[in-house]
């Protein structure tokens, strides 16, 4: 089996791009309008919103970039980690709710209508678009570079295909993504995440048992090696240092509840009776995930310190290389198909929330209506979108990673404060969520870039992210509470009080 | 203006607004916790700008000497921040989501009072975890379930916390977060349109 390897593994990912076209050909006949398309009808039951959310939150980065902060950092990134249950109380209690509702009573299919009936302001329904639209091509870039270098490893290692080329990869697993996205819309994205989500948690813990089992001592042994070599890489903050700990921990658990791929699932709950166990649900399945996480990073850290293994080229290369070195053929394989749903689970999500932004709100925003037969125009838009944005992640060069860390930050920046406080707090006004949304972009894509002088270094490791959040929650509130409020339509006014 | 689900706004033609708008009904236990929120902000804000204008910190992790991209942290992972500074980031940033944790119980509920009591335990947790890294950075590696002590406290202690609030809230949905009271009463607004039916 062992000289097999590459070949199985190859399977087990054709195997996986089978499943999601079937699903795209199952979900064809239940998405009839719009509102199938981008929320799916509002019918997703608490097990699959669940399942929903935690494999939108996953994506690549838990798998190939998470381990890979472990590799080169150290402990560091279980301050990201640590938030899993917190931040996912905070986005219960901030959005969850009034999204749900809101959404419901006003038939919105996307959070710039939310944002737009909470404000009854078309350009703060813009000014959401806008940032959505910019967050969700870097990070659709990011994820279609991400699941092409996947599938390049796969097929090189096959031997299928002599060098396969990385514009080859982007196209084969581009045309998968939009098959399923086009013909099913969310109703397809949201039930392969139930089965992208089954299979992480699963190869997760499968992984993790392979991971205690590298050294004698397992876990605490790894921690021993890693602690000898550097104190820091061992210790609680790791080598990004104490503040940069901290910085990351506020970053990603007030932050979360600003990711419209993750918050938008609220939308398309059935009953929001059921919203009651969404969240432990989605919080076990993600605990299990994060065991992957830690352990092969953390690991690999170990297994390079000790000699048993050379130093990575990348830290990104952590998880390829203990898949394909240390587990079971067959469980690498399954761990390569997981490792492509998730990034596709997150790529669909971006998809289809972009192409709201552009069919549907922009239009809204500008001209007063939506473009006509919105359920043709959302699949053609989803192909040109998924297209521009791989054309973006083939061409852009260094742009492309830019804008995929530009993401997380600026959507925790212009959206905490303008839908998550927002719809909690009638003071809130035009000016503020409008303010809050521009300062997001700007802080964070000045201090990223400097404006073209290079990225800006925060003191002690702080994330840009984080700083651009406090911006935005300083002028959001300020703002607020030294202009006047503006008025709420009476029936937004009694959600936000229920 | 009666309006029921079948009347609502389709997706094609949604606007952003149906009415002119009602005065706002403010909510002052939200506002005074905006203002709360407002402060720890600025706290964080503040004590980033006076670091930013003093240059500090300027240090970061150095690539590893034999495993490079590896990277290697500097004098056991501060980088150099003042503890008194970490304290007071650590407990602000806590407090940013303890006010956020407050926000969509129904009033008066005892939910909002547990709440209160387990941040004060989860800030506890957040000290000691400084105290113990004090003693991991003096030369303890005590393994505790796999990890340095104080690391231990992160995973197990800092992350697993919240669990017991996620719990009680899970328990008490129905009285303290979403009801059929309140199911009743989105109901009525959906039916009135905002009026008081």
Known sequence: ?498 | MARSRADAPGVANFRASRTPGDPIRDNAYMTRLMAVLLALCVILLGLLLVAVAAGAGRAGPLPHPDHAPMLVGIDGGELGAPTWAAYVAGIAMLGTMWVTMLIGFREGHWIRRAVNAWMVGYVLLFVVLMWSFDAYAAGDTTIVLGFTAPTSLLVYGLTLAPWIPLLAITWAFENAYFGPREQARFDEIVDTGGGEG
């Not at chain 1, 940032?131 to 270098?149: D, F, H, K, N, P």
């Not at chain 1, 096959?158 to 109703?187: H, Q």
Request: net charge positive; aromatic share 10%.
């Open chain 1, 1 to 498: 089996m062992e000289a097999n390897r590459a070949l199985i593994t190859l399977l087990a990912v054709i195997a996986y791009l089978a499943l999601c076209v079937g699903v795209g050909l199952w979900s064809l006949r239940r998405t009839r309008s719009a509102s199938d398309f981008f929320v799916a009808g509002r019918r997703l039951g608490m097990f699959v919103t669940a399942f929903a959310i935690f494999s939108s939150t996953m994506s690549g980065f838990g798998f190939v970039g998470g381990p890979g902060l472990m590799y080169s950092m150290g402990t560091s990134s279980i301050w990201i980690l640590g938030t899993i249950v917190i931040s996912n109380i905070i986005v219960l209690n901030l959005v969850a709710k009034r999204l749900r509702l809101v959404s419901e009573l006003r038939e919105c299919v996307s959070l710039p209508d939310v944002a737009a009936a909470r404000y009854g302001s078309e350009s703060v329904r813009a000014s959401v678009a806008v940032v959505i639209l910019l967050g969700v091509l870097g990070y659709l870039a990011t994820q279609i570079l991400a699941m092409s270098i996947v599938l390049q490893g796969v097929l090189a290692d096959a031997g299928v295909i002599e060098n396969p080329s990385l514009a080859l990869c982007v196209a084969i697993s581009c045309s998968v993504l939009i098959f399923y996205s086009v013909t099913g819309g969310i109703v397809a994205s949201v039930y392969t995440d139930v089965i992208q989500g089954a299979i992480m948690v699963v190869a997760s813990v499968f992984v993790f048992v392979t991971v205690l089992g590298t050294f004698d001592g397992g876990l605490a042994e790894i921690s021993r090696i890693v602690a000898a070599d550097d104190r820091a890489a061992s210790g609680p903050w790791g080598t990004i240092g104490l503040m940069g700990g901290l910085a990351w921990f506020f970053v990603f658990g007030i932050g979360v509840a600003g990711q419209p791929h993750i918050i938008t699932k609220f939308m398309m709950l059935r009953r929001m009776k059921e919203l009651r166990y969404v969240i432990p649900v989605g919080v076990i399945a993600y605990s299990f995930a994060a065991l992957l996480w830690i352990g092969i990073g953390f690991a690999m850290r170990a297994l390079v310190i000790s000699g048993a293994h050379p130093a990575l080229a990348t830290p990104d290369a952590a998880s390829p290389t203990f898949l394909q070195t240390f587990t079971h053929p067959l469980l690498a394989g399954v761990v390569f198909a997981a490792l492509l749903a998730a990034i596709m689970s997150t790529a669909d999500a971006f998809l289809n929330i972009g192409t709201a932004a552009i069919m549907h709100d922009l239009p809204n925003a500008i001209r007063g209506r939506s473009l006509g037969n919105e359920l043709a125009w959302a699949r053609v838009i989803t192909v040109l979108l998924a297209i521009s944005a791989a054309l973006v992640a083939l061409y852009s060069g260094d742009l492309v990673a830019l804008l995929g860390v530009f993401g997380w930050g600026t959507f925790a920046a212009g959206l905490v404060p303008v839908i998550a406080i927002g719809l909690n707090w009638k003071r809130a006004n035009i000016l503020a969520a409008n303010v809050a949304v521009a300062s997001s972009l700007l802080v964070n894509f000045g201090l990223r870039s400097g404006f073209g002088f290079g990225t800006v270094r925060l003191p002690y490791g702080v994330d840009h992210g984080a700083a651009a959040l406090l911006v935005s929650l300083v002028l959001f509130l300020s703002i607020s509470f030294l202009t006047k409020p503006d008025p709420i339509d009476r029936d937004i006014q009694r959600v936000m009080e229920l």
